[in-house]
């Protein structure tokens, strides 16, 4: 079968590699009906060192069980399923405190030898706790905002849950890319009253504002938080979702939140410390976020995206077969492109 | 009158200043029946530099009002009260949100200028706002206790509060300063099931057994995490009250938190960021905390402590007169004492 290799910088190929098989008795094979190119895929892309094993791509994913272990218990071969970006058995502790991607028997596909879904089939470890099966056809129309699922709309949900986004709440976005786009989705169906994107490309802040953005803020920096502040009264906004994982958004994090407000960060942070402690101290604020449990918001986040009250699926603007993957990275990496869909 | 002032390192000393006088008519006079020492104290007394200005020292206290400006609404000459650590004018649209810590109109006691507490007497400003009248005389039984609420049982309450202390939760307490203690105080009082103290000092943890705690730990750095992790059958805690302020100890903190776990940290942070930013991401867990709208919580703690179900007043092991303090600061900085209490 066919599947994405990543062997360094700017080096991602289409490759032949022995088809996924049944290992343990959890597992499950897929046969991927549609994938994507995540912005976290963009951090390999850009700065894998030499000597870093090659690696399979791919953590997003719609597609229908092919083959199940023997202890597999509620799939059937020929099921529609979400894959969320993380395996879980949905049964330890943590999955029973809807924290899947702390989950003790987990772990992360496309990653540490993790067969990855911007493939033709990947192997499902714990297919009982990780797969969701969906209500529909495999050609539904919703099918982009359902493969959302797997992923961005279920992170920016996380954020916005974890800045404690609700009702008449100011909200900052950092981050215009697909998480961060999802992120406005997110607020403004937890109630926002007012919701600030902060970010640089005119294609994409448009999105957000058809998403519910109410204001725009391209500066960056002191001039950003100083924008920001303006728009909030001089207080600053209880809640940020900060979606770009680097430290300057996490200054900007701190500088635009209000006292007693709270940061959620779900971009992978490419920094050793959290900065700006004495002021994110003096305000009272809190920081939190990490890896979203998407497996637990699927059922929350479900019932709207097949009643159409979100749209999630129109974070992509671009669909490639296997063979126009590399070329997908390119246009990702050179913000061409919001978000890429891969029809395998 | 007299009062204590910081010079530099080591250098503290009772001087003659001029008499506290009104200089708003929201401000209020009280003299001093009662004050004390803080940890925060220490950083000044060690890590004061040449060039600083000198500062009068103290900010936590029980006084009689002495005298008011003509603004001053709820309170009268001869009222007991107790001055929380900061001031505040209590109808800005932080205090309205209980985080007077973040008053508009705001500031610390011996702090930036302010007058400090360790004193015959200071200057209330926003005295509506910050002065909390009490039901009881000046030689209540309780008033040790009573002079917690000024700051550190307010602030151990903060740390449990932010880290989401609650019935049947493991929790940790960083730190068996009074503070720390407090702490402890403050997770058995919302509930926690399971109490690790983690400290040195002999005479400190066996107070945190009697106020609650149920597990000591005296290690530090990797082995105390490791022990923490052994005694929460290697999940960690969900509560972690972070009671020192350095990044050892937010180190420790975020290696012993339990996936999705909480950290409140109430010791002002003596780093530039907050460590370990990557395996806090990994776990979901939440950093929160500052300095605590101590005056918010006075109206829940003070039935406790007046019905004798918290001691906090057992963290002073000393008493002293105003010619006492610099001893007091000598014996705390040496860890002889725990807390010292100033009696002008």
């Known amino acids: ?133 969906l209500p529909v056809g ?68 448009a999105l957000a504002r058809d998403f519910g953005a109410t204001e725009v803020v391209s500066e960056r920096g002191e001039d950003g938080v100083a924008r920001v502040l303006a728009l909030t009264g001089g207080l600053g906004v209880h809640a940020v979702l900060e979606c770009v994982g680097t430290d300057q958004a996490m200054d900007t994090a701190v500088g635009i939140v209000r006292p007693g407000g709270a940061i959620g960060r779900v971009g992978v942070p490419h920094y050793e410390a959290v900065p700006s402690s004495l002021p994110l101290f003096f305000k009272n604020a809190t920081v939190g976020g990490g890896p979203a449990p998407v497996r637990a918001y699927i059922e929350e986040l479900l019932p709207d995206v097949l009643e159409g009250r979100i749209e999630p699926g129109r974070v992509f603007d671009r669909t490639v077969g296997l063979d126009g993957v590399p070329e997908g990275y390119r246009a990702m990496n050179d913000r061409e492109s919001i978000k890429v869909m891969v029809k395998p």
Request: proline share 4%; with cysteine.
């Open 1 to 133: 079968m066919r599947a994405t290799v990543m062997h360094g910088p700017g080096d991602v190929r289409i490759e032949n590699v022995p088809d996924s098989q049944i290992r343990e008795p959890t597992d499950a094979i897929i046969r991927v009906t549609s994938a994507c190119i995540c912005g976290s895929d963009l951090w390999p892309y850009t700065l894998m060192t030499e000597g870093e094993p090659a690696q399979r791509m791919g953590h997003e994913a719609i597609g229908i069980v092919e083959e199940i272990g023997s202890a597999v218990a509620t799939l059937k071969k020929g099921d529609l399923v979400v894959m969320p970006f993380a395996f879980s058995d949905g049964t330890c502790v943590f999955c029973h405190e809807h924290l899947h991607t702390a989950c003790q028997h987990g772990g992360f596909f496309g990653n540490g030898g993790m067969e990855g879904a911007q493939a033709e089939a990947l192997r499902i470890p714990q297919a009982d706790g990780t797969l969701f099966a």
């Open 138 to 205: 495999p050609d539904d129309a919703l099918m982009a905002s359902l493969l959302t699922l797997s992923d961005v709309m279920g992170t920016g949900h996380h954020a916005a849950v974890v800045a404690r986004v609700g009702p008449g709440k100011a909200a900052a976005v950092i981050g215009d890319g697909a998480v961060g786009l999802c992120g406005v989705i997110a607020a403004k169906r937890l109630g926002a009253e007012q919701i600030v994107i902060m970010g640089r490309h005119a294609d994409r802040l």
